[in-house]
């Protein structure tokens, strides 16, 4: 079993920052691909490689920075520059072997 905690959500005025976490335990072996998806856009906010290449959507680049620790199979999520429609819910994920595996989901509000 492999479990994903997320942390680091919650409220922040735009312009401010928060940076996300999202730590894999249990049978991690393997670990690919790492990214984060946001639920109101559906869409990829940003990946990164088992070789540290990244990518990311366009309305973030610039202002988002998403890197790892293999050591500790944690992946973050550094928002900077936040903007309200930015909210949504965020959630990791992790590719495993050939496998998926989602967080749990946090909130991200971005007040104006």
């Known amino acids: 079993q492999v479990q994903l905690v997320e942390s680091g959500g919650g409220l922040v005025q735009a312009g401010g920052s928060l940076r996300l976490s999202c730590a894999a335990s249990?049978?991690?072996?393997?670990?690919?691909?790492m990214g984060w998806y946001r639920q109101a856009q559906r869409e990829l906010v940003a990946i990164i490689t088992s070789?540290?290449?990244?990518n990311y959507a366009d309305s973030v680049k610039g202002r988002f920075t998403i890197s790892r620790e293999n050591g500790k199979n944690t992946v973050y999520l550094q928002m900077n520059s936040l903007k309200p429609e930015d909210t949504a819910v965020y959630y990791c994920?992790?590719?495993?072997?050939?496998?998926?595996?989602w967080g749990q989901g946090t909130q991200v509000t971005v007040s104006s």
């Open positions: 994920n992790v590719q495993i072997g050939y496998r998926d595996f």
């Open positions: 249990g049978r991690v072996d393997s670990v690919n691909d």
């Open positions: 070789d540290g290449l990244t």
